[in-house]
């Protein structure tokens, strides 16, 4: 069912394509972004609000979390940024009226696109069990609804708190203290599916699961390899940073299956040059690799330097690290070049290029994303890349080390915040002294445990602060039964979404504020805080009227919850913090290390780095008390005869499950989302000619098949054996099962899946 289209909408998917392009951003970019943010705001709007994105009194872009340079242009916002603002800001409305005319039935029948495009949310809404249509709700009655479930649990634990990542530093606070206030950990995040496995490795080897660089190293690095990752679409303001970084001398290494635009040819909107002329190329290298051949090219890298005489960092090695005699000795013996061939799809002259750039590089960062993370061997792919920069003492100096990308604009600060259902003992602890209540230790559900835990049964309501689940999260048709099974599904959003309709026996809408409103409260306006990808922290004030005058802000949806729910017993002093989000930043100040005078450090223009002791001071705080080398087997997915590794990836006119239309521009496709990208020799000896259509069936281990149909073959030019098409029409062929080791992340680039001859889904 989820894999098909649906049926009534409107909305044709009918795919046109042409050659890719060899470059992003530039003019029309800009007339794109304005014509989409006009067609949503009108001109008044979109002025107010474009020219306050990640000003130092603006809000904080709620598109991706790449950090703000120092010194910020007037318009320091990017194309996608300024349609995730668009997507907000919107004047179009979702009203009673609207949901008296849709039964729940035929929303279901809608796609994601034509959900979104529906406006925003203007009322809290319930639907009753057995019923069909969502009805207007107080808001006092909808807290006591979730009361009444929460109370009838059989246990805490039997609640999960979802969190998808835009959500603020202090609502994330206070969500996770009413979580485990309530008795529970089963706090899963978007984070489980997107850098999980970036924070299991680096927590492991280096001691802390962030980045370690800053937006200034990148500007002196000798060498940035960007892997898995595609800044065009996802985090454009970095090809700014790459421009930069280019200008001071650095290299660029990308490696990726696809040739993504903006990572041959960035044409800056922010200089005349950009503008007008061919703009700067970025790559100097492109190692086309395989997918999930990542951790085979780099252990090959890493042995070919232990093979060059002085290419080691001796004395960082000896004095920062531990495990090295193992690892080396392990690297040492991967000497099968056809070995690493196969995995990476390379030549062995592009690999010892690469190494010709990493030796004469001093300053070497490694930029990752999704690319990296959603693999069955993630965790040991990062690994290995921390290996290679360890080798060369390549973290804790200026212009050197990790660099995750994140995703959502606030999924770090969330994590920060303890949206984690493994918390760390002394988190617990500080919590436990602040406010006086012992809070559960036992650990709680990721995302994949809890949509097993819905399926069992052994899970019944289930609450989400933003996000869309059922869209979101691997094996749609499995996902949506596990939800269905629930008591209660109650979602805090801003726009509608597919897990509005796919619900538990009761459901509740809660609409909230976004980024762009204004938020007042008893206290007076209120502004939050976001942590971006490289660890700092600022402010972020809303400055539009909100959508409607019946929203709440997520810090007050969350304090009112717990009233309701916690009762009288609770000591915490929720009222407060809903009336004066200051006094949730002192409380934060004194559970959380690095916020020590919250408010105050806040309240400096541009904010404040969170400490992270392996860049500030080579020290390392893991379990041995240095960095540590890792020795894994190297992995790689194998294929059988006939069939290709399908990766799931986001298209350009979308974020997440949010379309905001059907053109994927730099990679050539119009007016369609139902496609899949294959090689054209392959294409060649599976019969696809270009234009025909095809299913996608994915061949899972336990023998069990799963199909998503009516897919336009393109011909493109991705590695060998390789195919591509969107999420998350493509979630219905990821197994719940199918995950990364240790992190638990869906595998969602790495699918196995035959190509069989269909028709067009229209
Ligand atoms: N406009 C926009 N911005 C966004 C988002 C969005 O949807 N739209 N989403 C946000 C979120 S939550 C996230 S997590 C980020 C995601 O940012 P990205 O990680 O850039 O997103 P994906 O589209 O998943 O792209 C994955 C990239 O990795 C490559 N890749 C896939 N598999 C492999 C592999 O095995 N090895 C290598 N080396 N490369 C591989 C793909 O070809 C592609 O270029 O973007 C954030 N920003
Ligand atoms: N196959 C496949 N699956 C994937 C991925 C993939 O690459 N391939 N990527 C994974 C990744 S990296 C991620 S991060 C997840 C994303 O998973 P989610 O974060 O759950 O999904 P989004 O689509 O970002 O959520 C969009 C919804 O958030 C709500 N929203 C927007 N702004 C706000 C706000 O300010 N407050 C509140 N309360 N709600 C708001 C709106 O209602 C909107 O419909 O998907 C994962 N799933
Ligand atoms: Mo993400």
Redesign the pocket.
């Known amino acids: 069912m989820a894999g098909k289209p649906p049926a009534s909408d409107p909305i044709q998917d009918s795919p046109e394509v042409s050659a890719p392009e060899h470059y992003a951003v530039g003019l029309p970019a800009i007339g794109h972004a304005l014509r989409v943010s006009q067609q949503q705001m009108g001109v008044r709007r979109t002025a107010l609000t474009l020219l306050r994105v990640n000003q130092k009194d603006g809000f904080d872009c709620p598109?991706?979390?790449w950090p703000e340079p120092e010194h910020r242009h007037a318009a320091e916002f990017c194309e996608?940024g300024a349609?995730?603002v668009a997507e907000e800001a919107t004047l179009r409305r979702v009203t009673p009226e609207f949901f008296a005319a849709h039964p729940v039935s035929d929303l279901a029948d809608r796609s994601g696109y034509w959900l979104g495009q529906q406006g925003r949310l203007t009322q809290p809404m319930y639907l009753a069990e057995g019923a069909d249509r969502y009805e207007p709700v107080a808001w006092e009655r909808a807290f006591d609804i979730i009361g009444e479930e929460l109370a009838a649990l059989g246990s805490p634990d039997e609640a999960v708190f979802y969190t998808s990542?835009r959500t603020s530093n202090e609502a994330a606070f206070l969500y996770q203290l009413f979580a485990r206030e309530f008795g529970t950990n089963n706090l899963p995040d978007?984070s489980n599916m997107?850098?999980e496995s970036s924070g299991s490795a680096l927590t492991e080897t280096i001691g802390i699961g962030k980045g370690s660089v800053l937006l200034e190293d990148l500007y002196k690095a000798d060498l940035i390899i960007v892997?898995?990752?595609?800044?065009g679409?996802?985090?454009?303001r970095m090809l700014s940073a790459l421009e930069q970084a280019k200008a001071g001398g650095a290299k660029i290494i990308s490696?990726?299956?696809?040739p993504?635009a903006g990572l041959e040819r960035f044409k800056n909107p922010q200089s005349p040059r950009g503008l007008a002329g061919r703009g700067t190329a970025l790559t100097d290298l492109f190692l086309q690799?395989?997918?999930?051949?990542?951790q085979a090219l780099f252990r090959t890298l890493n042995r070919l330097i232990l093979e060059t005489e002085g290419a080691v960092d001796t004395d960082f090695v000896a004095e920062h690290t531990h495990g090295f005699e193992e690892f080396a000795a392990a690297a040492r013996a991967d000497t099968d070049w056809d070995a690493t061939l196969a995995a990476t799809g390379l030549t062995r002259e592009e690999i010892e290029r690469a190494l010709e750039m990493v030796l004469a590089s001093r300053r070497t960062i490694v930029c990752?994303?999704?690319?990296?993370?959603?693999?069955k061997h993630s965790v040991p792919t990062i690994q290995e890349v921390v290996n290679f920069l360890l080798l060369r003492g390549n973290i804790g100096r200026p212009g050197a080390g990790v660099c995750p990308?994140?995703?959502?604009s606030n999924?770090q600060g969330d994590r920060t915040m303890g949206i984690f259902e493994r918390p760390a003992p002394a988190f617990l602890d500080a919590l436990e002294k602040e406010f006086g209540f012992a809070p559960p230790r036992e650990h709680g559900l990721d995302v994949v445990r809890a949509i097993r835990a819905l399926r069992d049964g052994d899970a019944k309501v289930f609450f989400a602060m933003g996000g869309n689940f059922v869209s979101a999260t691997p094996d749609t048709d499995v996902t949506e039964a596990a939800v269905r099974r629930a008591r209660l599904t109650v979602h805090v959003s801003t726009k509608l979404n597919r897990s509005h309709v796919v619900t538990g026996a009761r459901a509740l809408i809660l609409p909230t504020l976004g980024r762009t409103e204004r938020d007042v409260q008893a206290g007076g306006e209120q502004f939050v805080t976001v942590e971006d990808s490289m660890g700092m922290v600022h402010a972020s004030r809303g400055r539009l009227a909100p959508a409607s005058p019946h929203l709440l802000s997520e810090p007050a949806i969350v304090a009112r919850l717990a009233r309701r729910a916690l009762g009288p017993d609770s000591r915490t002093p929720w009222e407060d913090f809903e009336q004066d989000y200051g006094t949730v930043r002192d409380r934060i100040a004194r559970v959380i290390p690095g916020f020590e005078d919250f408010n105050a450090k806040v309240a400096r223009p541009g904010g404040f780095a969170l400490p992270h002791a392996p860049r500030d001071e080579r020290s390392f705080p893991t379990a041995t008390g240095k960095a540590n080398f890792t020795a894994a087997p190297v992995e790689y997915p194998h294929l059988p005869e006939g069939r290709l590794l399908l990766?799931?990836?986001?298209s350009?006119d979308?974020?997440?499950t949010?379309i905001y239309g059907l053109d994927d521009r730099y990679r050539g496709i119009k007016n369609g989302r139902r496609v899949v990208l294959v090689h054209p020799e392959d294409a060649r000896a599976l019969d696809l000619a270009d234009g025909s259509y095809t299913d996608l069936v994915s061949e899972w281990t336990d023998g069990t098949e799963r199909r998503a149909p009516g897919f336009r073959v393109v011909h493109y030019p991705?590695a060998r054996g390789c195919a591509?098409a969107y999420?998350p029409e493509t979630n219905v062929l990821v197994p719940l099962d199918h995950t990364a080791d240790t992190s638990n992340t869906p595998a969602s680039?790495?699918l196995v899946v035959r190509l069989e001859p269909a028709a067009p889904q229209t």
Request: charged share 10%; proline share 5%.
């Open positions: 598109g991706c979390a996608n349609k995730a990542g978007c997107c850098h892997a898995g990752q595609n800044p679409t996802n985090h454009p490696i990726n299956p696809l993504e690799v395989r997918l999930g051949g990542d990752w994303a999704m690319g990296l993370t959603q693999h990308v994140r995703g959502h999924v990766q799931t990836l986001r350009h979308q974020y997440n949010t991705t591509a999420y680039k790495s």
